[in-house]
Nanobody
């Protein structure tokens, strides 16, 4: 079971990036999927999550209106579109899958049992 995050990079403030999280080894089409981030010296924080059906999403206040999570179950992939990036968005971004299928959206990292390796996002001012 593997989650592979990609799409990070170095961009200027105001720019955009699209992160992808591809799952292999099993299907996560029936799992809540989330994105978390961790900046240097800070704890890992919740960014956004999407329900297993794709009908519901939730965002941290700091990214609401700028980030959009989506999923393509046929491709077993989750995306994070990040617009209007700010220097404070700089962090390693991790995708994660809930511990059980058909669950409700979770905000706590401890509820996610499957994690990708992370992709670095750096936003310069």
């Amino acid at each position: 079971v593997q989650l592979q995050a990609s799409g990070g990079g170095l961009v200027q403030a105001g720019s955009f990036l699209r992160l992808s999280c591809a799952a292999s080894g099993r299907t996560f089409s029936n799992y809540v999927m989330g994105w978390f981030r961790q900046a240097p010296g800070k704890e890992r924080e919740f960014v956004t999550a999407i329900s297993w059906s794709g009908d519901s999403t939730y965002y941290a206040d700091s990214v609401r209106g700028r980030f959009t999570i989506s999923r393509d179950s046929a491709k077993n992939t989750v995306y994070l579109q990040m617009n209007s990036l700010k220097p404070e968005d700089t962090a390693v971004y991790y995708c994660a899958a809930d511990r059980s299928p058909y669950g409700s959206i979770q905000y706590a990292a401890a509820r996610y049992d499957y994690w990708g390796q992370g992709t670095q996002v750096t936003v310069s001012s």
